[in-house]
């Protein structure tokens, strides 16, 4: 879709003179003076009752097993070699030179060179039913073994933070394209008229690429994720100044809704003018739903212990994740809750030192979330992803090839890492695909980015091929042109 900005009268392409001006202004006001009597008579319906517009609940293609997806997003790449993926062949092979077999990949970080193996020094047991694997650095994810399927031969392409990031949200290593918050959100609507469809959640850094990792790309502007504040109140200015009313506020907003659909008007092309339109209708309605769904000091203190919010190691991340269950709660579509914003996992040298932080921060949330969903019924009915943009080599980074053991990093590993995914009625305890005997590339039922995010968009009961958007005269889709659904995930 071109966008065609009009500087001139539509009528005569020249600018308004002051009496067009006046006449135009008194039309408008006399509009509104209608409108208002319209609406007081009940002939036309209130501002605060035409819903969502754009972001109206809409019809899933087929029976969803999930209403909303908590994406626990571990930001810098997680060692799946280290958490969910054990390889006892890094033990044999620890200090050789990667075997030739084991063709490395020409980046800037590895250069063509065979790299030093290093193994894992993690210790690892079995654990529920199923017997899933998972190291000592998860002991309390642990306990949730037999909810959790794991993912073991994911794949992406991006090789940096930016670019990896960016793909595991919208499918694409360049900028552009819509997030699939913003999909799911386009597909479906929103599930609280009071609260935006899609939520982000990030900690004391920002997320490698920003915004474009939950924009809405060439979708319309309105189906964008809603950044909630990492410090002080998430939401800023939800309360209107004192002395004034909610009905004068509700004459403001009319009128400035007028003047802006007037403008839109103007501007056929220009979805961000409808997005405005709609976020200002959405804050007005969000001053009586946000308070209370961001407010966890109302939560019991075995709740808040529960996520960790009585430790300093886990107190962010946990208060988010209980922010993401009381979203969920409230009809919250998507909601995004990055762990390390920044690049926090990126351990290329002293990844010891490096996961053990990250996994203490994040280890307690998790578990906290998913006995919190079970407990209230909602876990049958959200789908909780956890993972990063990529996971990390089973050979030494070059920052660390000469470190001890305890001081050795991993570097980026797009071409086989590990993500899991619990509940929405899948079955846990299981893993599913492989890696090599190192841990290097998927190996056994290779699971790309668009694999995962078709998957995810079919739980909400969207067809990942049915879901388009026509731009510029392409019919886009969220896969792009690829996507399977992971079928091991749906029996």
Do not use: M, Y
């Given at each position: 879709m071109t966008k065609r900005i009009r500087r001139h009268t539509p009528a005569t392409g020249a600018p308004l003179s002051r009496r067009e001006l006046l006449a135009r202004s008194g039309s408008g006001l006399g509009s509104l003076a209608l409108a208002h009597l319209l609406t007081g008579s009940g002939l036309l319906p209130s501002a605060s009752a035409t819903g969502r517009g754009s972001l109206a609940a809409r019809e899933p293609h087929h029976a969803p097993r999930a209403r909303s997806v908590i994406w626990l997003f571990m930001e810098g790449g997680p060692s799946h070699i280290d958490l969910f993926d054990p390889k006892p062949e890094l033990e044999r092979l620890a200090g050789q030179l990667t075997p030739p077999s084991?063709?490395?990949?020409v980046t800037s970080a590895t250069g063509s060179h065979r790299m030093p193996i290093v193994p894992s020094l993690r210790k690892w047991r079995q654990h529920g039913e199923g017997g899933l694997w998972v190291s000592d650095w998860y002991p309390?994810?642990?306990q949730h073994a037999d909810d959790l399927a794991v993912v073991r031969s994911c794949w992406a392409d991006g090789l940096n933070h930016v670019g990896a990031t960016r793909q595991m949200n919208t499918g694409s290593i360049l900028a552009g394209r819509p997030s699939l918050g913003a999909w799911a959100t386009y597909g479906l609507g929103a599930g609280n008229e009071e609260l935006p469809a899609f939520v982000v959640l990030t900690d004391d850094k920002v997320v490698r690429g920003g915004p474009t990792n939950w924009g809405a790309g060439f979708l319309p502007a309105s189906y964008q994720g809603t950044h909630f504040r990492s410090d002080g109140p998430p939401v800023l200015d939800l309360r209107p100044p004192s002395g004034v009313t909610d009905s004068?506020?509700?004459?403001?907003l009319d009128l400035l809704q007028v003047l802006n659909r007037h403008?839109?008007?103007r501007l056929p092309a220009d979805s961000e003018l409808d997005a405005r339109i709609e976020a200002y209708e959405l804050a007005y309605r969000m001053?009586?739903?946000a308070p209370a769904a961001v407010d966890v000091d109302k939560e019991t203190e075995a709740t808040k212990r529960l996520y960790g919010l009585d430790e300093k190691e886990t107190a962010r991340f946990g208060t988010n994740c209980l922010l993401a269950r009381r979203l969920v709660e409230r009809g919250v579509?998507?909601?995004?809750?990055y762990c390390g914003s920044g690049s926090g996992w990126d351990g290329h040298a002293k990844l010891e030192a490096n996961h053990t932080k990250w996994c203490k921060a994040s280890d307690k949330p998790i578990s906290g979330l998913?006995?919190?969903l079970k407990s209230r019924g909602l876990l049958d009915e959200t789908l909780v992803v956890w993972g990063g943009e990529f996971g990390r080599t089973p050979f030494s980074d070059t920052n660390s090839r000469k470190a001890a053991p305890e001081d050795y990093g991993r570097d980026h590993n797009p071409w086989g890492f590990t993500m899991w995914l619990a509940g929405a009625g899948i079955q846990g305890g299981r893993t599913i695909g492989s890696t090599d005997e190192i841990g290097f590339r998927a190996r056994e039922n290779p699971c790309h980015v668009h694999d995962v995010h078709a998957t995810i968009l079919h739980l909400l009961g969207l067809n990942h091929l049915d879901l388009t958007y026509l731009h510029n005269g392409r019919s886009e889709r969220a896969t792009i042109n690829g996507g399977k659904l992971i079928d091991e995930l749906l029996a």
């Open positions: 084991f063709k490395l990949p309390h994810v642990a004068r506020q509700r004459s403001r403008h839109a008007g001053q009586s739903a579509r998507f909601i995004e809750v998913l006995t919190d």
